[in-house]
């Protein structure tokens, strides 16, 4: 046998492997759900390559969304919650399983802001988590934001934003409809808080969170059925979906745009 022969055969074999370990990766791909929607740069992260989102395309467990500035997505899991994605997030989709005795979703933040509503239109009662760097915040409701970044928000006094400067990481969650629980994974000795609808907790490093505090009145109005937009990082309010946040070169829900069935719970 000679040299090109061996070759032809080496090249073959290594495509052949390739094409199996890519039909077996497919074949294992737990699907997630599919961009619903999307405006400006937001690219999808799968298996080490990175490509640009469409409209309808298919989203796996594992598959990290990325939004650049002014960009935003809209993504609709396999049980019918819906994420909204803003502009300058990056976000992993841990897990999300539909079984006939268990619903579970598993959101990883490490930047930006997310919206979550929860579907409780089926069984059963679904267990949704995002998990951000130093907080885990568990739905028991259909509608809240969660959002982090690495310098104290601007919707601290002064005084705050002094105390926690050498802080890097804040984790915020506003909820708008139904009750959140918030844990410091990195404390998990501090406790939780339930935050209710209209309310808001902060995480700072690895403190326990926040006591729940009132959202302000536009965004307490959208929590009971408005159509104000919640808060965006740093707590800037957005009102009637039309300033900075949410809103901003976008067009995002806030208050009933994409209201599911009430449950007591996230």
Known sequence: MNKNTISRLLVASIVTFTLLIANRAMAQATP????????????????????PATPAMALNVGDRVVTGASSRATITLTDNSKLEVDESTSMVIDQQM???????????????????????????????EVHTPNAVASARGTEYDTSTETQPPSSMSEEDRQKYKDCRRFTQVSVYDGTVEVTNTTNPGGGSVQVPPGHK???????APFPPSELAAAAAAAAV?????????????????????????????????HKTTKSPNQ
């Not at 599919?34 to 999808?44: A, E, P, Q, Y």
Request: glycine residues 20%; proline residues 2%; aromatic residues 6%.
């Open 32 to 51: 997630a759900g599919s961009v619903t929607s999307l405006t400006g740069d937001v690219r999808i992260e799968r298996a080490g390559t990175t490509v």
């Open 98 to 128: 539909v079984g006939a005795n268990s619903r579970n979703t598993k959101l990883s933040l490490f930047s930006g802001l997310v919206r979550s509503f929860v579907s409780y239109t089926s069984s059963p009662t679904p267990n949704f």
């Open 201 to 207: 907790t902060m995480v700072v490093c690895g403190l």
């Open 225 to 257: 059925g408005g159509s104000t937009t919640g808060l965006f990082l740093g707590s800037a309010i957005v009102v009637g979906g039309t300033v900075g946040g949410l809103a901003a070169g976008g067009v995002f829900s806030g208050g009933n745009g």
